[in-house]
């Protein structure tokens, strides 16, 4: 465990207001200078189901979850059992239960964590309007350490409107809460910290990335809802609406690729986002963007899978279709965030390569960032800006598909005049005229191949960090882990290094085998059933031969601990 | 949007040479396009015209303005997205009745109930011509003559006008390839005509549906006024034979289009994440 | 706009009509590999340009009406010479087309014909019937080329393969 944070879980079931609590602790650290994570689970019920808030609060920033929790406060114990274990304790962990609500469940018991015992819904009793979840939530900022000034704040701030009285309830709750946590037994404290002065965001992934969408220049999307990305869709509804873009609801996925489709042949960046059987849906049309060298970008905020697989739940497994899931030799771009605050530079620098690049860039980001919310410094302006190479009025004798030293032959946007075209998804030769000729086919296939691979990706082709001869080699929400593992195992002495992959698609060789130089031996950590990406990597690269993989799928996350321990026992 | 009146028909054709069979209607309706597209007075640079899979939806390529030849039965999706994002365009959508109701089909009802303005134009020919003559949604139930359903496929046929009325389309006509001005004229009541304009022209298959000639004899214009209320043309839809020719519906919906306005700046939506 | 004028625009339409349709047949030919009938149409193209160029001559410096394609007097159809789709076939024969051109060379005749008789304008009859002349000679030369060509066997239009798929 990190000694920089502090991890607290909150259950509640039946509109115990888990989830609130959880949000207004995560606010509250930030108000007083902290950093954190929260992340969610919940039942699949609409309303009143079992939930839980799952929040880490740091003295620095942090992208992973840690390997238990300090605090786990349950209002109730509705149906534990379904996320019991998403709640791993530690023996120095400390259960707050309600006496009212009966004994700790097994599944919590074996963890053999300390039990504490604080009447929430008896103490809310005494407070008119109080509710039980805010006394929870005063105790556990007691314990923790976190300042009831920095709580009640938020608590202003976020029921203000609701009135003088809900807000006076609340806080009376809060502050019972805070002073009956005087007698629990001790857990461990946020370490003594004040704010540094900068601007901080809480932001979830899938806002990061309608952000990132936005300031790259997306000016239309299609959009059709599905868990866990439609929040994407839905913070770009009002943002585009109000910045001179549009955002339609589609009727399903197969209209909004084709709608993007046609927004981006029209001249307008143009996005969408869906999970995994979305993607399913639109690949044949993505194939038709690769063939017809229009720009777009999908953002999969991925999802358990198979098929509808766990809606709700985290995994890597959409790695293969996003690579390799359109018919034909049809290369492109994926794209994979590897933090949520990289959510927003990697949908932002996704939009900018497939404008600049002319065909379609997938966003795989998922749901264990994509709707978990972080507590992260306010991120810098980065220059990447939709900016399309355009064909000017009036070529004489315009080809659309020139063949160019780059691969990108400038595209006419309709409204310009002298260089009308069709575009196809039949091969087609330089004009844009279908074409089943081999030299026609082998000379596209080469431009739209090569036009990816000759483009200069900088440095954002990976994170590649620390130094030594054991490398991980991983990628997207894995990362988070990663980091702290490796940030554990120099503290411990271990040298080891970290390349985390961000242009999945086109594949690097030669950046990979720089970063590879001196390496011995490489940990590969994925979070799918069929170690996808372990897959990918020996198809596409050449490994040492010294190599194992940390392979599971969701939706448990895979924390630092584990990989700290595989490191240590890999001699 | 400045008008050039000086283009003619032969001004919207490219350079590229029909592959259809000849006798194909659909040599008729790039006529009935190219004329229309000059009597509009557009400039062939602010017009799309976007298409699907099939024999019919080879048009664009025979035009000379911006085209898009998409993936088989969405080329209404591609045609909204073009009109949403740029609505200074004049959209054009095509296709056949194969690319258009089966698997258009549910790109088709959402189309003319979203209403965007733009004009879509059926080659219906009651058959898949460029697969090799599989019975289409609108064949009769009885056609035995698809390897793929020898005994016809017992299933009854869509009715596209009644379709289009009862999904909400704007603006409805029907036309025969064998009367190609007509046809022109249709497409220019559609383009002009606000909301989604449906145009289903009957137009032969001379390879796989040759008793396709006998059309010359059935059709015949309509006799009736456009109606304006759907309760008045879904009445008179209900007794349509298929073969009346002209516009039978003219609606007064307003089409979609979201009104683009500035009232914010990234900075506004950056600041709310402020904690 | 005077009678003459009305009357000048509808020739107009009627040969650039003719020999659009011509040439477009004649490409539909070349690209189905028919050399005989694609070289026989563009050769009616040809025919029909030319005399869209004397009546073009005819027309000069008389303002002509701009008819929309659907306001001239033959509405709905593509004019009298305007070849009908089910007239022709990938495997016509040069006896075919010269039939065809014969069939409209008469309407065109017809049309003018009509139009020299039952024209109110004095001017129009005779132009009418000078181009109604000219249509004849059309027709007499297409009927000298029909009786010298070859009637097709009974199995023109069969085609030992079957139709293809390409796409």
């Not at chain 1, 910290?193 to 790259?216: F, P, V």
């Not at chain 2, 002009?192 to 022209?201: A, D, K, L, M, R």
Request: aromatic share 6%; glycine share 10%.
């Amino acid at each position: 465990m990190a000694a920089y944070s502090v991890s607290v879980a909150l259950t509640g079931s039946g509109g115990a207001g888990a989830m609130t609590a959880g949000q207004i602790l995560l606010d509250a650290a930030s108000k007083a200078g902290f950093f954190g994570l929260m992340t969610r689970s919940m039942g699949p019920q609409i309303r009143g189901g079992e939930a839980a808030a799952l929040v880490r609060i740091s003295t620095k920033p942090i992208s992973s979850l840690d390997d238990h929790y300090d605090v786990l406060v349950a209002f109730d114990w509705g149906n534990i059992n379904r996320f019991a274990a998403e709640l791993p304790l530690a023996a120095s962990s400390l259960v707050l239960t309600d006496p009212e609500q009966g004994e700790v469940p097994e599944a919590i018991s074996v963890f053999g964590a300390r039990v504490g015992e604080l009447p929430m819904k008896a103490i809310s009793g005494t407070i008119p309007g109080g509710r039980a979840n805010m006394v929870g939530l005063g105790a556990v900022a007691g314990l923790i350490g976190l300042p009831i000034d920095a709580v009640i704040a938020v608590l202003t701030a976020q029921l203000g409107r609701k009135g003088p009285e809900v807000l006076a309830a609340s806080t009376a709750a809060l502050k019972a809460g805070a002073d009956a946590a005087a007698a629990l037994p001790a857990v461990a404290k946020l370490p003594p910290h004040t704010h540094d002065g900068g601007i901080r965001w809480n932001i979830s992934g899938n806002e990061a990335a309608g952000l990132g969408a936005l300031k790259g220049g997306i000016k239309f999307v299609a959009a059709y809802p599905i868990t866990p990305g439609t929040e994407v869709l839905e913070w770009l509804a009002p943002a585009l609406e109000k910045t001179g873009g549009a955002l339609i609801q589609a009727e399903d996925e197969l209209a909004s690729i084709n709608m993007i489709i046609g927004g981006s042949f029209a001249g307008l960046p143009s996005l969408t986002a869906t999970s995994g059987p979305g993607l399913a849906l639109m690949t044949e049309s993505l194939g038709l963007a690769v063939a017809s060298e229009t720009p777009l970008v999908v953002v999969d905020v991925m999802r358990g899978g198979p098929s509808t697989g766990i809606p709700t739940k985290s995994e890597q497994s959409d790695l293969n279709i996003a690579c390799f899931g359109l018919h034909g030799d049809a290369p492109h771009l994926v794209i994979a965030p590897n933090s949520i605050a990289d959510c927003l530079f990697s949908t932002q620098y996704a939009v900018y390569l497939a404008e600049a690049l002319q065909c379609p860039a997938i966003v795989l980001s998922d749901q264990a960032m994509g709707q978990s919310r972080n507590i992260i410094a306010k991120p810098p302006e980065y220059p990447y800006v939709a900016k399309r190479v355009v064909a000017e009025a009036n070529v004489e004798n315009y080809k659309r598909y020139a063949l160019t030293n780059t691969g990108v032959s400038p595209m006419a946007v309709p409204g310009t005049p002298g260089c009308n075209y069709v575009a196809d998804g039949l091969e087609h030769n330089e004009r844009g005229i279908p074409s089943s000729q081999a030299s026609d086919h082998q000379s596209q296939l080469d431009k739209r191949a090569g036009k990816l691979d000759a483009f200069d990706y900088e440095d954002h082709w990976a994170d590649v960090e620390g130094e030594g001869e054991v490398a991980i080699i991983t990628w997207g929400s894995v990362t988070g882990p990663v980091r702290e593992a490796l940030e554990r195992a120099h503290a411990a002495g271990v040298k080891a290094k970290m390349i985390s992959l961000r242009v999945i698609m086109p594949v690097q060789p030669a950046k990979m085998a720089e970063a590879l130089k001196g390496v011995k031996k490489v940990l590969v950590v994925e979070q799918t059933h069929s170690q996808q990406f372990y897959k990918f990597l020996r198809g596409h690269y050449d490994l040492p031969a010294d190599l194992q993989v940390v392979s599971r799928p969701g939706p448990l996350p895979i924390r630092p601990a584990e990989i700290v321990s595989r490191l240590a026992a890999w001699k | 949007m400045t008008v050039q009146p000086n283009l003619t028909a032969q001004d919207f054709k490219s350079d590229i040479k029909p592959i259809w069979c000849p006798g194909c209607g659909d040599y008729a309706v790039l006529a009935a396009v190219t004329k229309a597209l000059a009597e509009t007075g557009r400039k062939r640079e602010d017009i799309a015209f976007i298409s699907g899979i099939g024999c019919s939806s080879r048009i664009p390529a025979y035009t000379n303005v911006y085209g898009f030849h998409g993936v088989h039965g969405r080329a209404l999706a591609i045609a909204a997205g073009v009109k949403l994002a740029r609505p200074d365009l004049t959209v054009v959508a095509a296709g056949g009745d194969g690319d258009g109701f089966s698997i258009g089909g549910n790109h088709f009802m959402h189309a003319c109930r979203r209403n965007v303005d733009m004009t879509y134009i059926i080659m219906d020919n009651e058959v898949y011509g460029m697969t090799k003559g599989q019975a289409s949604p609108t064949t009769a139930s009885d056609w035995c003559n698809s390897k793929l359903t020898p005994h016809g496929t017992g299933i009854s046929p869509v009715e596209p006008v009644r379709l289009a009325l009862a999904a909400g389309a704007n603006f409805i006509a029907r036309g025969f390839a064998g009367n190609p001005n007509e046809v022109a004229r249709l497409i220019v009541e559609g383009i002009n005509h606000p909301g989604f304009s449906f145009i289903q022209v009957l137009s032969p298959c001379v390879t796989y549906r040759p008793e396709q000639r006998e059309w010359k004899q059935a059709v015949h214009a309509s006799d009736a006024t456009p109606a304006q209320l759907i309760a008045e043309a879904m009445h008179q839809l209900a007794a349509d034979d298929g073969f009346t020719t002209g516009v039978l519906f003219a609606g007064n919906r307003q089409p979609f289009m979201p009104e683009r306005k500035i009232t914010a700046t990234f900075a506004d939506f950056e600041r709310k994440f402020e904690s | 706009m005077s009678e003459l004028a009305l009357f000048l625009a509808h020739a107009i339409a009627l040969e650039e009509e003719a020999a659009e349709r011509y040439a477009e047949l004649a490409d539909a030919m070349e690209v189905h590999n028919n050399k005989d009938v694609a070289d026989l149409f563009r050769k009616l193209s040809h025919y029909s340009s030319l005399h869209l160029a004397d009546v073009k001559k005819t027309a000069e410096g008389i303002e002509l009406p701009k008819l929309k394609p659907w306001e001239y007097e033959w509405a709905a159809t593509g004019g009298p010479e305007s070849t009908a789709a089910e007239d022709t076939h990938y495997l016509m024969t040069p006896y075919h087309c010269i039939h065809l051109a014969l069939k409209n060379e008469r309407q065109g005749h017809d049309y003018y014909a009509n139009a020299g008789k039952a024209s109110p304008d004095a001017e129009v009859r005779k132009l009418a019937l000078q181009f109604a002349e000219e249509e004849a000679e059309h027709v007499a030369t297409l009927e000298k080329w029909a009786a010298n060509v070859k009637e097709p066997a009974a199995d023109w239009a069969e085609d030992m393969d079957p139709p293809a798929e390409v796409e």
